[in-house]
């Protein structure tokens, strides 16, 4: 076979998973499992950036992240007046600095400082708190804070109980990302309430994920998210692992 023969194989297995694939359910919480078709799309980039190794240039339309690091990658997706990504910079004392990165798309971090009137303006101080309390630093775990999905997707965890005696009630939302690289995190729009979901088994999580997929996909390409397990993959100090 070719070299451009092998180069059609690969390029066509590749597309074909990245359309198709379409993991078994798997239920919240539980480690995600490496499938068959993870191990053929590894398999594919691995052997596409051998081709060009080899001195092979044909796939530079296909694979050009792979050969950039992550944060080349994020600087260019925060470059220009219209940014595909935003950072998430909270209120700090002239004693704090950004020690972790949140990165959000537009529309995300525009909600994050919208006024809310169905819940106040509490809610998003708290919501932005919340929020700062990952970059800053702040101890974190993977459990009451955050929590993986399948296809290393995590999400926030935001739970606020609202004090007032006119209206009690929690503001739970759920804000639904991946770590781009250690202590480096992606959060997409659109957020969610808790109540748009059902239990643990209501199909809506599964398309949540599968949202966040192709959308990490949409900018990414085929740059993988960090491994959820160990958390230690996903944060190097302040944080507790619940499933160590």
Known sequence: MTMVGLERVVFLLLRLV????????????????????????????????????????????????????????????????APALVPFVPLMDPDQSAKRTLLMTPALHDWCYQKDRSR???????????????VKGGAIDNEDFMKTWRDDVWEFRVQFESRSKQKPHVDNTRIFGAFAACDTFIAFHPHRMRSHFGDKNDPKWDRQVDDVIAKWAGLLGTFPRVSSRPFSNCVSFGYYDCHK
């Not at 993870?38 to 691995?46: D, M, N, W």
């Not at 339309?61 to 080349?72: F, G, Q």
């Not at 106040?120 to 990952?134: C, E, S, W």
């Open 18 to 81: 990245l359309a198709t694939k379409r993991p078994s359910a798997s239920r919240r919480g539980v480690p995600s499992r490496r499938t068959p078709e993870s191990a053929i799309e590894s398999f594919a980039i691995q052997f596409l950036v051998a081709l060009q190794g080899w001195g092979y240039h044909g796939l530079n339309a296909l694979i050009p992240l792979t050969y950039k690091s992550i944060d080349t990658i994020l600087a260019q997706l925060q470059a220009g007046t």
């Open 120 to 134: 106040g303006a509490q809610y998003k101080q708290n919501l932005r708190a919340f929020l700062g309390r990952f």
